[in-house]
């Protein structure tokens, strides 16, 4: 680590409807039932023992179309600018995206998820399990998240994916 550098590889791809960045919800919790799969390498087979038993899992995947790094920007639920580690934005330094979806079930190197906010073809670097007891916690504060009125975070979270769903 002496340049500061990390190599990553891919340990799947992400596949789900969502083929055009602008109409992808921002989070899964605005895609609700969104079903898509995640084809993991056979070599990391084995490292799907036992997480069947997992509801939830969190996926870390590398943001491979976002072109530009911006240390302030202004999200789609706000509209002030914030910088860019107090949002979930896709265009920062190393363009690591996270999220937490429902596990439907896994048939050899194939998982089956729910709820999924992230683009077709997305390179996976990693999995890991939502564990209530480690991962919810009390009294959370969200910063400026806590001003975005919920009707107004839908709305604008949706990003007219809905919209566009039944189209062809």
């Not at 109409?23 to 919790?29: E, L, T």
């Not at 990693?126 to 209530?132: A, L, S, T, V």
């Amino acid at each position: 680590m002496k340049d500061n550098r990390f190599v990553f590889q891919s340990i799947g791809i992400i596949h789900s409807p969502h083929k055009e960045i602008s109409k992808i919800p921002i989070q899964p919790v605005f895609c609700n039932d969104i079903e898509g799969t995640i084809i993991l390498n056979n070599r990391y087979i084995d490292g799907l023992k036992d997480l069947q038993g997992f509801s939830h899992i969190y996926l870390f995947y590398y943001f491979n179309h976002s072109q530009k790094t911006c240390l302030r920007l202004k999200p789609y639920l706000s509209d002030h600018e914030h910088g860019i580690f107090a949002t979930r934005a896709p265009h920062r330094p190393n363009k690591l995206g996270m999220s937490l979806v429902r596990l439907d079930r896994i048939e050899n190197n194939t998982l089956y998820v729910k709820d999924l906010d992230i683009l077709d073809g997305t390179p996976l670097l990693d999995i890991k399990p939502y564990i209530q007891r480690f991962d919810s916690r009390e009294d959370v504060k969200s910063g400026w998240q806590d001003t975005v009125l919920n009707d107004v975070a839908t709305v604008r979270g949706l990003r007219d994916f809905k919209s566009q769903k039944g189209k062809s």
